[in-house]
């Protein structure tokens, strides 16, 4: 088996890696119940929602006083 007569720089080592490193933007689905933004397969933080029927009751919002 062939061995490297050198040793390659961190840098060579690095470019080679670096188009691994992509950050993938997460793909977002309306929600069927009140359309916002949400993960596919997954609750929906606004209104609880998923498949159909409502998995996490979500707390009233309470309007604060307005400071003066």
Same mark, same amino acid.
């Given at each position: 088996? !062939? $061995?490297? *007569? ?18 993938? %933007? ?5 929600? !069927? $119940?009140? *359309? ?18 409502? %998995? ?13």
């Amino acid at each position: 088996m !062939p $061995n490297p *007569k050198k040793k390659h720089t961190r840098s060579r080592r690095d470019m080679r890696r670096s188009h691994n490193s992509g950050v993938e %933007v997460p793909q977002l689905v309306a929600c !069927p $119940n009140c *359309k916002s933004p949400r993960l596919p397969h997954n609750v929906c933080p606004t209104c609880g929602f998923y498949k159909d029927r409502v %998995v996490v009751a979500q707390k009233a919002k309470t309007e604060e006083p307005e400071a003066k």
